[in-house]
Structure formats: structure tokens, C-alpha cells
Antibody, heavy 118, light 107 residues
Framework: EVQLVQSGAEVKKAGESLKISCRGS????????INWVRQVPGKGLEWMGRIDPSDSDTNYNPSFQGHVTISADKSIFTAYLQWSGLRASDTAMYYC???????????WGQGTLVTVSS | DIQVTQSPSYVSASVGDSVTITCRASRDISTSFAWYQQRPGQAPNLLIYGAANLQSGVPSRFSGSGSGTHFSLTISSLQPEDFAVYYC?????????FGGGTRVDIK
């Protein structure tokens, strides 16, 4: 069974750094892109970017590029989303999503809620 | 970016009703289109991919159609577990974009 298990909820202050994780199991981790999708409370879905764990090739949504970094360690089947300077507007649920490069999101993590206070 | 406009944003319906949600893409995306259901407190779940293909395990009362710029999702005979928020998504061009969502509530 394919599973994407994300790290737990975080409460941070504006300006702090944060790295959240997503561990894949039940499939060949390096064979599928991992995407990150943001959902602000009560709002819709936004694609942030993705990474190919086999070679760490990344694509970013221009709206997020420069503010977040997506990385992966294929040896431990884990992808990461990190910020070096959080803003209150980063308060949201973040989902990691497995993708076979079709762009259709078959498998989702449970989400990591990030709360940033100003 | 390709804009995806979803309507309506809210629909109130009864168990057994049929509901249709539509999305319009700002340019031709062929059939690179998907629909998701999101129940409260849960991650989204893929219902339809390639505009009209039913994802494995999804009940046959869900159907998708369309190509180019106009797409629709129909839920025939609404069941209690179908009351949720539905999102459409274009998978044609990066950045991939979603519609604003449709909340389907019980009348």
C-alpha cells in the first residue's frame, strides 16, 4: 500500500526557519515525483512545486520560488519543504503528493499544519 | 498561468439529487484535467483524471466530461458521503492550477 506520512503540526514565529518532511513507502520512492500543495485555512489548493527524488530535479511555482526550498533524500525515502524566514501568511496546511509525472495526484499525505504567529 | 474558473462555488442539494459542477480553463488543455473531492479534515481524493476517467475505487455515480476549455463533473444520485468540497485541476502546463472549489451541502 502506498503511503505518504508527513511530519507533525508546527507552531512558529515569523522570521523563524522550518523544514517539514514527507516519507514515502509501499512503492519505489525514486520513481515518482513528490509535489507540495498549500491550502490556506478555508481556502483552495495551490501547487507549490515538485521534486524528482532520483536526481533532485525541481520545478517551482513562480509564486513560491525563492521563499521555499524543496529537497529530497532518496536513501531514506523522504522529501522536504523548508522555509528560511516564515511569514504569518505561510499559515496553512501543506500536503505532499505523489505524481507519476502525469500531473494527476493519486496519492496524498495526511497534511502538515503550519501556524506562524506575527 | 492557466486560470481555472469553477462554478458554482456553492450548491445545496438533497440525497438522491443529481449535481453538475463546471470548470473553464483559460486556454485549450485537451483532456489534461482532473477532479478531486475533499471531505472536512481530510486530504483531497482523486475522482476523475484525463477529464473522463474514473479513478479506481470511485463509485460510478461520479462522471466527468469535456475537453479543450470546458469540463464538467456530474454526481448522479447524491449520497450522504458525497457532501464535500470538489476541486478541478488543470494538469497541462506548469504551474498546475486548481479551481476555487465547490461546496456541496445538504439541503
Amino acid at each position: 500500500e502506498v503511503q505518504l506520512v508527513q511530519s507533525g503540526a508546527e507552531v512558529k514565529k515569523a522570521g523563524e526557519s522550518l523544514k517539514i518532511s514527507c516519507r514515502g513507502s509501499g512503492y519505489i520512492f525514486a520513481s515518482y515525483w513528490i509535489n507540495w500543495v498549500r491550502q490556506v485555512p478555508g481556502k483552495g489548493l495551490e501547487w507549490m512545486g515538485r521534486i524528482d527524488p532520483s536526481d533532485s530535479d525541481t520545478n517551482y511555482n513562480p509564486s513560491f520560488q525563492g521563499h521555499v526550498t524543496i529537497s529530497a533524500d532518496k536513501s531514506i525515502f523522504t522529501a522536504y519543504l523548508q522555509w528560511s524566514g516564515l511569514r504569518a501568511s505561510d499559515t496553512a496546511m501543506y500536503y505532499c503528493v505523489r505524481d507519476d509525472s502525469s500531473g494527476f495526484y493519486y496519492d496524498w499525505g495526511q497534511g502538515t499544519l503550519v501556524t506562524v504567529s506575527s | 498561468d492557466i486560470q481555472v474558473t469553477q462554478s458554482p462555488s456553492y450548491v445545496s442539494a438533497s440525497v438522491g439529487d443529481s449535481v453538475t459542477i463546471t470548470c473553464r480553463a483559460s486556454r485549450d488543455i485537451s483532456t489534461s484535467f482532473a477532479w478531486y473531492q475533499q471531505r472536512p479534515g481530510q486530504a483531497p481524493n482523486l475522482l476523475i483524471y484525463g477529464a473522463a476517467n474514473l479513478q479506481s475505487g470511485v463509485p460510478s455515480r461520479f462522471s466527468g466530461s469535456g475537453s479543450g476549455t470546458h469540463f464538467s463533473l456530474t454526481i448522479s444520485s447524491l449520497q450522504p458521503e458525497d457532501f464535500a468540497v470538489y476541486y478541478c485541476q488543470q494538469a497541462h502546463t506548469f504551474p498546475l492550477t486548481f479551481g476555487g472549489g465547490t461546496r456541496v451541502d445538504i439541503k
